[in-house]
């Protein structure tokens, strides 16, 4: 049997994806949406460098309005991904054929690579955390009115394996609401911990931006919903683990 259209990750099974990924969060993770993430970000960054005079307004105006990914000619930027191996340059290079040279000068001007990247990552990571805030929520008050339902329903606990002493199905019901509870803390502590901004330059010393480093972070940490951090977080990725310890119910 020819397969025309491989799907190699369970997430993509047709048969056992449903129980790995749902269909909100294959949008939220599709790679075209994450391209024009990563748009978003430049375009952040450029209106932002305008507001301190870093860049003319006219450029960061025409880098705003173009950060399209529909204006972009896709196919290249997959050819150009499979040349250079580089994931974010080739999405740069098709952008920079659509503006006008002057704009084309100040698109990632002063940012590297893990700049747009990690913050676009957690734009991400804000996402899927408010969709899995709501299906706790949704799992919690659903466990809260079974128990009140079940309170007084007799059932048999077990021990090692055998009948036990007697309980309520409520009480059972109380104890997965409790666990759920406590995650539900856990997600909301995730969501005013781990999604911030990177915008630090190459080697994390803010250099390229003029001395407006930490005006110009907070600028664009705001522009786009994220908290700004202390520091660079390139090669520290414990908000990272924080999430994954967390999220994983």
Known sequence: MTCHAPRSHIVDSRFYGG?????????????????????????????????????????????AETARLDLLDQTAIKEDIAR???????????????????????????ATTQDIQDTAQSLEIKDVLAILERDAGRIIARLAALAETYRDVVTIARTHGQQALPTTLGAK?????????????RLRNCRHSVPVAQL??????????????????????????????????????????????????
Not at 173 to 185: C, H, K, T
Request: aromatic letters at 8%.
């Open 84 to 110: 250079t191996g580089h994931s974010l340059i080739p999405l740069l290079n098709a952008w920079q054929k659509v503006v006008s040279p002057e704009a084309g000068r100040y698109i990632h001007y002063g």
């Open 173 to 185: 019901l109380a104890v997965w609401l409790d666990e759920m509870i406590r995650n539900g803390n």
């Open 19 to 63: 129980g790995y990924a749902t269909m909100e969060a294959r949008r939220l993770f599709c790679d075209l949406r994450r391209l024009q993430r990563w748009l978003d970000v430049e375009a952040a960054l450029a209106l932002s460098q305008a507001e301190l005079g870093t860049i003319p307004a006219s450029a960061a105006r025409e880098i």
């Open 200 to 249: 630090f330059g190459g080697v994390g010393t803010m250099a390229a931006f003029d001395g407006h480093g930490i005006e110009l972070l907070n600028r664009f940490s705001a522009r786009l919903g994220l908290a700004p951090p202390l520091s660079a977080w390139h090669t520290s990725r414990d908000r990272l683990a924080e999430l994954l310890a967390q999220t994983h119910l």
